[in-house]
């Protein structure tokens, strides 16, 4: 993840959201086949570590307060499948690499990308697809329709994030490479304020991450649509210590399990996110 973007409130179509926890399951309730790292398996539960401020990845129900989103469920449905009880830890962005590096949790189950430069210490299982996604309100849907409508456009992406240098690079390869008006990419203050400067007027599009997209179209029906494909493609995956590969390898024939029992596919399809599926996991496959 690539901000640590807030809930600023809630419409009435994402109250079932609150549901996240339904595929809890106590560690005795199933046994698994699948091998286990001894401590984990004496332990009978996996300590994940997750940040809960970015939907509909993980974030918190306003009204009762209580743990949901994508990447929720699907944690839970892997842990049922290796009948592992969850323990979660809650923590900021910026502390779960270490956390895991020093042992507090075993995995981040948080929405963190999978990137070359993050392979020196950690190992991922790959489990969605993600990017840098144009979005336009639906009212200009007419105009802007694929991504080479935005060669001469105002876009709009948050500074602090890998948006705005991709939509630069991709301005300048596809727009002015091809001969066409550049991109005019103006930096927002973050995704809040680039929604805000969208609505204003200010800008023709913005880029955010697909899965935040398909939140702000849950939140704010027919107010917004997608313009193209992203303008690049990484992968969020569940991250593990470099050498905890015996607990990544059971994760990864877990989730295996769930996407070919459709457990994933329904966690995608109550969240909005069926453009971003994969048919199965892949091992730090990430670029």
């Known amino acids: 993840m690539t901000a640590n973007l807030h809930v600023s409130r809630y419409s009435a179509t994402l109250c079932m959201l609150a549901l996240g926890l339904a595929f809890t399951v106590p560690a005795s309730a199933q046994q698994s086949d699948i091998p286990l790292p001894a401590a984990v398996k004496s332990a009978g539960q996996i300590v994940v570590g997750i940040e809960t401020t970015y939907p509909p990845m993980a974030f918190k129900d306003p009204k009762t307060n209580e743990r949901a989103g994508f990447n929720v469920e699907l944690v839970n449905a892997i842990a ?69 409508d935005l060669c001469g456009k105002t876009v709009g992406a948050p500074r602090t994030t890998s948006y705005m240098p991709v939509t630069a690079a991709w301005s300048e390869k596809n727009c002015a490479g091809a001969g066409k008006p550049a991109i005019t990419v103006n930096g927002t203050a973050g995704a809040t304020a680039t929604r805000l400067e969208l609505k204003q007027g200010r800008l023709d599009a913005a880029v955010l991450g697909p899965e935040y997209v398909a939140y702000l ?55 909005g996110l069926e453009r971003q599926g994969l048919s199965e996991p892949t091992i730090d496959a990430g670029q």
Do not use: C, H
């Not at 809650?90 to 948080?110: A, H, K, V």
């Not at 993050?118 to 840098?132: E, I, M, P, Q, S």
């Not at 107010?223 to 210590?241: D, H, Q, W």
């Open 217 to 271: 179209m849950a939140d704010e029906p027919n107010t917004y649509a997608f313009v193209g494909e992203p303008l690049n493609k990484t992968l969020f995956g569940f991250a593990f210590e470099k050498k905890n590969g015996d607990l990544r390898d059971a994760v990864a024939k877990a989730t295996a399990a769930v996407m070919k029992n459709g457990g994933y596919q329904q966690a995608l399809k109550k969240f």
């Open 80 to 148: 049922r499948e290796l009948g592992l009880a969850v323990k979660w830890e809650e923590m900021s962005f910026e502390q779960l690499m270490t956390s895991l590096t020093t042992g507090r949790i075993d995995m981040i189950g948080t929405a963190i990308s999978d990137l070359p430069s993050r392979r020196d210490k950690l190992t991922f299982v790959d489990y969605l697809a993600t990017g840098a996604q144009p979005f336009a309100l639906s009212a200009k849907a007419g105009e802007l329709k694929s991504n080479a």
